[in-house]
Each structure stands twice: as C-alpha cells, then as structure tokens.
C-alpha cells in the first residue's frame, strides 16, 4: 500500500511562497491522477489541485493563478508551489489520489499565512 508523506509547510507572510512535497513510498503513483486538498480547522478536506499522469492540470478557482501542481513520475513525487499567499490559505494540506479508493492519507502539512 503506498505511503504518502507530505512537507515543505511554514509559517509565511501575506504575499510569499511556499513549495509543497508529496512524496510515495512502498508503491508508486503510477498512472493515478494525483491531488492535493486541504483542510480548515473544524472542516473537511478540500480538493486545490489535481495533475494526470501526462500532466493536465486543474485548480479551484481560488488558487488560480497562484498555485502550479506538477510531479515527478519517476521520483514519485508532487509539488505543489504556492505564490502569493493569502491568509485564507492557512489551512492543513494532504496529497492523495483524486478518485476513492484514496491511499491512506498522511500526516499532512501544515500552511500558516500570516504576518
């Protein structure tokens, strides 16, 4: 079962930027559309991006513009850059697939905008 670990979280201010990490280990991605969500204190999980396999992107559209994902097949590994951060961006951000069955879901990382 692959094993999902996320990092590259911090505390930023208005206006920064921030490049996530998600790394597998135990299995790979393969050809799994990949994604990342985040979660507000007291709310559920949220989808933010999503990338192909070959690298179609979507986003929602509050990070439009702001945020690119991408991966790296062979390291089995999505990013997720982060510019022009907002203070609504705090938030707990979590890779995974973007269709159930989900991988068990990792620790997250921590995203905190503020000044």
């Known amino acids: 079962q692959v094993q999902l670990a996320e990092s590259g979280g911090g505390l930023v201010q208005p206006g920064g930027s921030l490049r996530l990490s998600c790394a597998a280990s135990?299995?790979?991605?393969?050809?799994?559309?990949m994604a990342w969500f985040r979660q507000f204190p007291g709310k559920q999980r949220d989808l933010v991006a999503s990338?192909?396999?070959?690298?179609?992107?979507n986003y929602v559209d509050s990070v439009k513009g702001r945020f690119t994902i991408s991966r790296d097949n062979s390291e089995n590994t999505v990013y997720l850059q982060m510019n022009s951060l907002k203070p609504e961006d705090t938030a707990v951000y979590y890779c995974?697939?973007?269709?159930?069955?989900?991988?068990?879901w990792g620790q997250g990382t921590q995203v905190t905008v503020s000044s």
């Open positions: 990338i192909s396999s070959n690298g179609n992107t």
């Open positions: 995974n697939r973007l269709h159930w069955p989900y991988y068990g």
């Open positions: 135990r299995g790979t991605f393969g050809t799994n559309v």
